[in-house]
């Protein structure tokens, strides 16, 4: 089920009040729009009726999808610097839901998903694409670390990440993104085929590969952010 609930927010340029349809959580297998939508950042975004400003709510639910073995607490982008404590609160909602403290049912159902925790929208189309790519997630934080490393001038302007935006044939277009403020900024293409040699030689990203699946925050900004700051 994917469960709605209808709140008022002001608009951050005229300050009229703009209804919201928010979520507490998605079923991609019964709402394909809903994952669409996402893929193309317009989920919970609405336009004010007296300014005409589109402005978005940043997400908080659960987003599942049995298909294609997901299961995603996205959170917003703003707690990216408490992500120890999500992370953890992750693991234990999926532990009473389809893991170690579900019934046998549910377990099974819970040991074809994959767990992640994401934090903004950007993060999260990007594990929805990457998905239906067939690219490993975690293979392609690691081909984001390659690729940093390569750029000498990788543009520091505010905090930013690095995420996958689209496929552009053999491509994977990858762009740095405001944190927050969903900016692009410099966007670069790599080819995919990157994603596979990575795969074929796994020795040199052995400690890296180590340290970013330690948990549901499935992300190169664990090894970036420290994100242990007290809840606001
Ligand atoms: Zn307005």
């Not at 073995?69 to 992370?87: C, D, K, M, N, Y």
């Not at 934090?119 to 690729?147: H, M, N, Q, R």
Request: charged fraction near 25%.
């Amino acid at each position: 089920m994917s469960i709605f609930k209808r709140i008022e927010l002001p608009c951050p340029t005229c300050s009229s009040p703009v209804t919201f349809e928010l979520v507490h959580s998605v079923n991609a297998d019964r709402r394909p729009d809903l994952r669409e939508a996402i893929l193309a950042g317009d989920f919970q975004r609405e336009t004010c009726p007296s300014c005409s400003f589109r402005f978005r709510v940043e997400p908080e639910f659960s987003y599942i999808d049995i298909k294609r073995g997901q299961f995603i607490a996205a959170w917003p982008a703003s707690r990216l610097g408490q992500w120890q404590a999500h992370e953890a609160h992750t693991q234990a909602a999926f532990d009473r839901a389809f893991g170690k403290d579900a019934p046998p049912e549910a377990r099974e159902l819970g040991a074809r998903l994959q767990l992640r925790a994401v934090f903004g929208w950007p993060a999260l189309a990007e594990k929805l694409l990457a998905a239906g790519a067939g690219i490993s997630d975690l293979t392609l934080e690691l081909a984001k670390a390659g690729v940093a490393r390569e750029m000498d001038d990788a543009p520091i302007a505010g905090p930013n990440e690095m995420r996958l935006l689209r496929l552009d044939g053999d491509d994977m277009v990858l762009g740095w993104v405001g944190t927050g403020n969903e900016e692009i900024g410099d966007m670069v293409g790599v080819p995919r085929s990157l994603i596979a040699e990575i795969e074929a030689e796994p020795g040199p990203w052995e400690a890296l590969r180590e340290e970013l699946s330690a948990g549901p925050f499935v992300d190169l900004l664990r090894t970036l952010v420290p994100g242990d700051e007290p809840a606001a």
